[in-house]
């Protein structure tokens, strides 16, 4: 069992920058793979980025591609995202997830087994 609160939202200027953390607890975290979605109103949960077990291998949607950046600490249970540059459609909530999910399903949220409750992601224009 995993569970996930992630902080680090709030408003903020288009151009602007926001750092979300996704704290995690129990001992394993280190063996789940680990995502980035977000859900804007009137919207399908979209991909956003993945990182793997070890933080070898990053993949992003094309739409954050070169503005967006996650890390994890599995020292300290935690993954991170690094929103720069952000635009008016960056705005939604965002929710971090765990799970084993290896290349070529991370796009896909239902494999994800663990998510946490959002954090919202205000952009202004």
Known sequence: QVQL???GGGL???GGSLR???AASGRTFSYYTMGWFRQAPGKEREF???????????YYADSVKGRFTISRDNAK????LQMNSLKPEDTAVYYCAAGKVYSGAYRTAANYDYWGQGTQVTVSS
Request: with cysteine; net charge negative; proline share 0%.
């Open 12 to 14: 903020v200027q288009a």
């Open 48 to 58: 956003v980025a993945y990182i793997s077990w070890n933080g070898g291998s990053t």
């Open 5 to 7: 609160v992630e902080s």
């Open 20 to 22: 979300l953390s996704c």
């Open 77 to 80: 249970n935690t993954v991170s």
